[in-house]
Antibody, heavy 121, light 110 residues
Framework: QVTLRESGPALVKPTQTLTLTCTFS??????????VSWVRQPPGKALEWLAL???????YYSTSLQTRLTISRDTSKTQVVLTMTNMDPLDTATYFC?????????????WGQGTLVTVSS | QSVLTQPPSASGTPGQRVTISCSGS????????VNWYQQLPGTAPKVFIY???QRPSGVPDRFSGSKSGTSASLAISGLQSEDEADYYC???????????FGGGTKLTVL
């Protein structure tokens, strides 16, 4: 059974660094074709892709946010961590992690439930 | 401003056919496959069409996808109230070296 679960602070202050963890089970991120992405959604707004890490430890970032993002996976390959620096109230959003397989980075077959992060002083 | 352009809204009455478009460019839709997601309020998105026109198991055959050039479309025939949701297209962009989502279309069943 594949599951993903996001965890992290619900509230961060402007200029702080956000660290989110996606803990997954039921698959291995080293299996060829697998990847985990982070996607966010501000309240009432559209989905926005942030970053992904794949089975080969290749990493890709949204060009508009790449200077602020770092994605990594742990050595046990059951967690993917996203850090976002210099948080701003505009970064208030629900952050999802999602798995893609079959070598199609855009084919998300499993999602976490999402975690709401509010940026406020 | 999204790289992929979708109409912000669409609507139809029960039983009607509606189409949602997704317009991109030669670096994304023009050379890569498009996936479509349905998102109900307060839930994570769910894939409804992948590889331009393939339906995952469990998705009604009322849903279909197509692609031509740098545009893609999601069609829903025999519209039902349960289809009321937000729909997003997503594709890999070779120029940006990343994924891009459309701005989303809110479908209302009148």
């Amino acid at each position: 059974q594949v599951t993903l679960r996001e965890s992290g602070p619900a509230l961060v202050k402007p200029t702080q660094t956000l660290t989110l963890t996606c803990t997954f089970s039921g698959f291995s991120l080293t299996t060829i074709g697998m990847s985990v992405s982070w996607v966010r959604q501000p309240p009432g707004k559209a989905l926005e892709w942030l970053a992904l890490v794949d089975w080969d430890d290749d990493k890709y970032y949204s060009t508009s946010l790449q200077t602020r993002l770092t994605i990594s996976r742990d050595t046990s390959k059951t967690q993917v961590v996203l850090t976002m620096t210099n948080m701003d109230p505009l970064d208030t959003a629900t952050y999802f992690c999602a798995r893609a397989s079959y070598s199609d980075y855009a084919l998300f077959d499993y999602w976490g439930q999402g975690t709401l992060v509010t940026v406020s002083s | 401003q999204s790289v992929l352009t979708q109409p912000p809204s669409a609507s139809g009455t029960p039983g009607q056919r509606v189409t949602i478009s997704c317009s991109g460019s030669n670096s994304n839709i023009g050379i890569n496959t498009v996936n479509w997601y349905q998102q109900l309020p307060g839930t994570a998105p769910k894939v409804f069409i992948y590889s331009n026109n393939q339906r995952p198991s469990g998705v009604p055959d009322r849903f279909s996808g197509s692609k031509s050039g740098t545009s893609a479309s999601l069609a829903i025939s025999g519209l039902q109230s349960e289809d009321e949701a937000d729909y997003y297209c997503v594709v890999w962009d070779d120029s940006l070296h990343g994924l891009v989502f459309g701005g989303g279309t809110k479908l209302t069943v009148l």
